[in-house]
């Protein structure tokens, strides 16, 4: 049994180097996908700065094993449905924004060895319970794993749509932030305003539809 940690990266070259470095070591590989975010208008698909050369250097000398892939324009649902594809049935995902670090990690990896359930919430900022992101970050490749439609949720092809709420614990062994980054996001914030605005009226679009 493997740990896989999964990054999806656009022009986050003042950000994806602490990224990285946070997890180095505590998962057996890394996984960095490179792609322009859907609805955001740019001359390119793939980033324009340093990102690439940043994971590349990095990979270099990192205890963790490192890929680094580009991958074509697709809603974020999509995407990370796509990046769970080369990992083996019965291997551990780790979910990381190219802009967030690990703050905390005391998590023993053994334990995903002989757990019964198929994943755990984990903590922002602070360890405790109220501040336990209520997606999935930390989970079990199942069959047919994928990220459901409205790119909240968890499905497969054995239990169908699965609640993280419900079905995953929390541990707070693993906290991550992005409050340490705060400085270092304001050059990509006119970009994450405007893939915001445009996945906020996509998902008012799909609400229309499924109330007609």
Same mark, same amino acid.
């Given at each position: 049994?493997?740990?896989?940690?999964?990054?999806?990266?656009?022009?986050?070259?003042? $950000?994806?180097?602490?990224?990285?470095?946070?997890?180095?070591?505590?998962?057996?590989?890394? %996984?960095?996908?490179?792609?322009r975010?859907?609805?955001?208008?740019?001359?390119?698909?793939?980033?324009?700065?340093?990102?690439?050369?940043?994971?590349?250097?990095?990979?270099?000398? +990192?205890? !963790?094993?490192?890929?680094?892939? &580009?991958?074509?324009?697709?809603?974020q649902?999509?995407?990370?449905s796509?990046? *769970?594809? @080369?990992? @083996?049935?019965g291997d %551990?995902? *780790?979910i990381?924004d190219?802009?967030?670090c690990?703050?905390?990690?005391t &998590?023993?990896? !053994?334990?995903?060895?002989?757990?019964?359930?198929?994943?755990?919430?984990?903590?922002?900022?602070?360890?405790?319970?109220?501040?336990?992101?209520p997606t999935?970050?930390?989970f079990?490749k199942?069959?047919g794993?994928?990220?459901? &439609?409205?790119?909240?949720?968890?499905?497969?092809?054995?239990?169908?749509k699965?609640? @993280?709420?419900?079905?995953?614990?929390?541990? $707070?062994?693993?906290?991550i932030d992005?409050h340490?980054? +705060?400085?270092?996001?304001?050059?990509?914030?006119?970009?994450?305003?405007?893939?915001? +605005? %445009?996945?906020?009226?996509? #998902?008012n #679009?799909?609400?229309?539809?499924?109330?007609?």
């Amino acid at each position: 049994m493997k740990l896989h940690a999964i990054i999806h990266a656009f022009n986050s070259a003042d $950000t994806i180097l602490k990224c990285l470095e946070s997890i180095d070591g505590l998962v057996d590989d890394i %996984w960095v996908y490179d792609s322009r975010w859907i609805g955001v208008e740019y001359y390119s698909n793939f980033s324009t700065d340093e990102t690439d050369k940043i994971v590349l250097k990095f990979a270099r000398h +990192a205890k !963790s094993r490192v890929h680094l892939g &580009f991958m074509p324009v697709l809603h974020q649902y999509e995407a990370r449905s796509r990046a *769970f594809l @080369p990992i @083996p049935e019965g291997d %551990w995902i *780790f979910i990381l924004d190219s802009d967030e670090c690990v703050k905390t990690w005391t &998590f023993d990896k !053994s334990r995903l060895d002989t757990t019964t359930i198929q994943g755990f919430r984990i903590c922002f900022r602070i360890p405790d319970e109220f501040t336990a992101y209520p997606t999935a970050r930390l989970f079990k490749k199942t069959k047919g794993m994928r990220i459901t &439609f409205d790119h909240r949720w968890l499905a497969d092809d054995e239990h169908g749509k699965i609640d @993280p709420w419900r079905v995953f614990p929390v541990t $707070t062994d693993i906290v991550i932030d992005n409050h340490e980054l +705060a400085d270092e996001k304001k050059k990509m914030r006119p970009v994450m305003n405007t893939y915001e +605005a %445009w996945l906020s009226k996509w #998902e008012n #679009e799909q609400d229309g539809r499924n109330t007609n």
